[in-house]
């Protein structure tokens, strides 16, 4: 397991450096040979998560994540959902779905990605590597222990069955969001400012909306009949955290559409999906640090001033390449009235974009009168 993922950080770290490098000189042999570390990347990172579930499936309590999260008289189905149970399977998890979608956003785009987005390669090894390094120097998932007779068992809260797809579903969210931000990127990066990054991910963004979307709804069945809250929502610190990249996706669904046909909205396109991905980050951040009393919260762990640190290079990055291009994003077609089909899309989308940074505000204001005045 330890060397499956120090084989995917080393295939990782080669996809990102030779990769930009083979962009930068113009080398297309050296960039198909970054895809395929890509594509090997989540090989490894599929060996290291097979190893893990079949510890926790054969009760090997050598490895001292299965001894926290299983037990032998646990059912069959939860010795399975265990896998992400805790924080180091579910990061597992995290990065075996993320190489798998860069690895197959290659794939299917194999032309489009090598001539026209040359630069998403190297730029899925980067978010990738982020969580390789985690996984292998931070919160490794396969620290071991002389075995002991049976394990701890799960959370009796995570013995349900919505709990079993609900983290899944919410990953799938999360992790797609990444091809349309890094092909976004790789768009304004390769000064490519056209519709065609839009149309190569309709499909992904649509597959991500909808996971995040069903998996919000799977925890609202499990929070209602589990936790006892009597409601399906309570504005829960983490349940938002979900929510907010959900509703800045919703509204950039809507407004590409308005690229795709009047040439219009370019900068606020790619302004929403930067968004979406530094909140699906700021939400990880959330439920890891333990910064905010969650009942989804893990207890603070080391991990939280990694991705804090990681979101900080994402909003900062992107927000300097949107400005550097803002020359080439400018459209030349202009709202023709303010009771337009377009103008009603800017408006749905204001809307959503305003309740998303209302909740991010709400979310936030316990940390920022904790830092100020001392009291959450």
Request: hydrophobic content about 55%.
């Amino acid at each position: 397991g330890r060397a499956a993922l120090a084989l995917a950080l080393a295939l990782l770290i080669y996809a990102a450096l030779a990769g930009g490098y083979a962009v930068w000189t113009g080398r297309r042999r050296l960039l198909e040979s970054a895809q395929s570390a890509l594509i090997a990347a989540f090989g490894a990172t599929a060996v290291a998560t097979a190893v893990l579930f079949l510890a926790m499936a054969f009760n090997d309590f050598s490895f001292r994540y299965a001894w926290e999260h299983t037990s032998r008289d646990l059912p069959t189905m939860y010795r399975i959902s265990a896998l992400w149970g805790g924080q180091e399977g579910s990061l597992l998890l995290w990065m075996l779905i993320l190489t798998l979608v860069a690895a197959a956003a290659v794939v299917f785009n194999r032309k489009l990605v090598t001539n026209v987005l040359p630069w998403a390669t190297p730029l899925f090894g980067v978010v990738g590597l982020f969580f390789a390094i985690v996984l292998v120097f931070v919160s490794t998932p396969f620290g071991a222990q002389a075995a002991p007779p049976d394990g701890l068992g799960l959370n009796p809260s995570l013995q349900n069955p919505y709990m079993a797809a609900h983290p899944p579903l919410l990953y799938l969210g999360y992790v797609g969001i990444t091809v349309p931000f890094v092909f976004a990127m790789a768009a304004l990066v390769s000064r490519q400012v056209d519709e065609r990054w839009i149309v190569a991910t309709r499909r992904w963004t649509l597959f991500a909306w909808s996971s995040l979307g069903f998996g919000i709804l799977l925890g609202a069945k499990w929070a209602y009949e589990e936790v006892g809250w009597g409601g399906w929502y309570a504005w829960d610190p983490v349940e938002n955290a979900a929510l907010m990249p959900w509703l800045v996706a919703t509204a950039y669904l809507h407004s590409v559409m308005i690229q795709e046909k009047k040439n219009m909205l370019r900068v606020w396109n790619v302004v929403l999906i930067s968004l979406t991905f530094t909140l699906a980050l700021f939400g990880t951040f959330l439920t890891r640090s333990g910064v905010l009393n969650s009942i989804h919260s893990f207890a603070e762990s080391s991990i939280g001033g990694w991705f804090l640190g990681f979101i900080a290079v994402v909003a900062i990055g992107t927000t300097l390449l949107i400005i550097s291009r803002l020359p080439l994003l400018r459209a030349r077609s202009k709202l023709e009235s303010m009771l337009s089909r377009e103008a009603a899309f800017l408006y749905n989308n204001l809307f959503l974009v305003a309740l998303a940074l209302t909740v991010l505000w709400g979310v936030s204001w316990p940390l920022v009168s904790e830092a100020i005045r001392g009291v959450a």
